[in-house]
């Protein structure tokens, strides 16, 4: 079965820090890239990140770029969001997703990010 | 960056059909995808690459997508189908995903 499984989520302060992890199962890791989308309480979908195949090329939501960065384990079918600098507009329920050229075929169940004082 | 626009609500009687529309410029030209969510769950992908159905998916759901706007048409609605809908697209300027603001879906 086709499976994303994310953790990691939880309370941080303002400017704190999290590190979400997203495990895969199900699929061959390696050939696809992988999105992290959040949503904000009560909000629509905001795209966050992307992690291509290679691992060595992503991209970022102006929201985040420069706070969050992406990364891959492929020995352990793992994606990695490491968001720092946190504001309390980070406060969102946070999905991995399987990125198929383009749209997002496989999401995970979503963490809870909140962030407050 | 690039915009997609959505009507915040759209509503339909059992058995009716829904549209939902997905306004952007020159939209036509570019792939767009849907996404239905109900309270509570993850996204579920519903049509790819403007009109194609993934596995699972019933046929009711179709996408069409032409000039300035795409849309999502479910036939014979079902109270099963009252979730929000987004669009999406790949924003290839800014190597950014685009998600419409969403649609939320409601059966009289």
């Known amino acids: 079965e086709v499976q994303l499984l994310e953790s990691g989520g939880g309370l941080a302060q303002p400017g704190g820090s999290l590190r979400l992890s997203c495990v895969a199962s199900?699929?061959?890791?390696?050939?696809?890239?992988m999105s992290w989308v959040r949503q904000a309480p009560g909000k629509g979908l905001e795209w966050v990140s992307v992690?291509?195949?290679?691992?060595?090329?992503?991209s970022f939501a102006d929201s985040v770029k420069g706070r969050f960065t992406i990364s891959r384990e492929t020995s352990k079918n793992t994606v990695f969001l490491q968001m720092n600098s946190l504001r309390v507009d980070d406060t969102a329920v946070y999905y991995c997703?399987?990125?198929?050229?383009?749209?997002?075929?496989?999401w995970g169940q979503g963490t809870t990010v909140t962030v407050s004082s | 960056s690039y915009i997609l626009t959505q009507p915040p609500s759209v509503s339909v009687a059992p058995g009716q059909t829904a549209r939902i529309t997905c306004g952007g410029k020159?939209?036509?030209?570019?792939?767009v995808h849907w996404y239905q969510q109900k309270p509570g769950q993850a996204p579920v992908l519903v049509i790819s690459?403007?009109?194609d159905r993934p596995s699972g998916i019933p046929e009711r759901f179709s996408g069409s997508n032409s000039g300035n706007t795409a849309t999502l048409t479910v036939t014979w609605v079902e109270a099963g189908d009252e979730a929000d809908y987004y669009c999406?697209?790949?924003?290839?300027?800014?190597?950014?995903?685009?998600f419409g603001g969403g649609t939320k879906l409601s059966v009289l």
């Open positions: 992690i291509y195949a290679s691992g060595s090329a992503t």
């Open positions: 690459y403007n009109r």
């Open positions: 199900g699929f061959n890791f390696n050939t696809y890239a």
């Open positions: 999406q697209v790949w924003d290839s300027d800014n190597d950014h995903v685009i």
């Open positions: 020159d939209i036509g030209s570019q792939s």
């Open positions: 997703a399987r990125d198929d050229s383009g749209y997002m075929d496989v």
